[in-house]
């Protein structure tokens, strides 16, 4: 089983809240504290890829540079969890190989990128890929090293919005990117076979940004921990 704290933006570009997830997300259990690097104006900007000016506004006002990256990756080395980031392009994803991460992750606002992706399914780490944009009938990519991750990109994902494969083992996922509030989906999905559970990771769900509300706090990520590691033991 891992439990990836996807901590996301959700420091609101403070490096001494970053400092704080990391330690909460050891604290409660996960294994990866994940964060998220992309070029706000290449995704958000008016010739992104998905334009929206309130979203660049905001997503501004949280992106890391280089050295935070470095700083992110030095505390959860102290802390003895695992540093991971969803890299949006090839000059963030260069940033990573530089750290010497372990695993990649390739968010589902990248999964399309063809360039990209396989440049990081090419390195042979482990790779966790979302699929919540996808629309193929198969897989994007065939590689062995990739880990796919059912996902649904709704922020917060209403529980009629969600359709998890009744057995994991027998579907194209290893895993659930939930985006639901509450940890109640994550843990079905455990129970029906998946083996990475990425869910967002907060201090304060009434914090301001578009992913708080559909995070799990420090008690939250830590039942969520003990539980889905109890039902591994029993399935």
């Not at 996922?173 to 029906?192: K, M, N, P, Q």
Request: hydrophobic content about 40%; proline content about 6%; aromatic content about 10%.
């Amino acid at each position: 089983m891992i439990i990836i704290a996807e901590i996301g933006i959700n420091h609101n570009g403070n490096l001494h809240v970053a400092h704080e997830l990391i330690r909460q997300a050891r604290i409660s259990g996960a294994d990866i504290a994940k964060f998220q690097f992309y070029d706000p104006h290449k995704i958000f900007g008016p010739n992104g890829s998905y334009p929206n000016a309130e979203a660049l506004a905001q997503a501004l006002t949280v992106q890391f540079g280089f050295d935070e990256a470095k700083q992110l990756k030095a505390w959860c080395d102290q802390e003895s969890v695992e540093f991971m980031a969803s890299a949006f392009d090839l000059e963030r994803f260069a940033w990573m190989e530089s750290l010497g991460v372990r695993r990649h992750k390739i968010p589902s606002r990248a999964v399309r990128d063809r360039e990209l992706c396989e440049r990081i399914l090419a390195t042979g780490g482990e790779t966790f890929v979302s699929l919540g944009f996808w629309t193929g009938t198969q897989v994007p990519y065939d590689a062995p090293n990739a880990r796919y991750l059912y996902c649904v990109p709704e922020y917060p994902c209403p529980y009629e919005d969600v359709t998890l494969p009744l057995s994991f083992a027998q579907s194209v996922y290893d895993g659930f990117s939930d985006h639901t509030i509450g940890i109640e989906a994550a843990l079905v999905a455990v129970g029906r076979g998946a083996r990475i559970i990425e869910k967002h990771f907060t201090l304060n769900k009434g914090l301001p940004g578009p992913d708080h509300i559909c995070s799990a706090t420090p008690d939250e990520m830590a039942e969520l921990s003990r539980l889905s590691r109890l039902m591994e033991k029993l399935s």
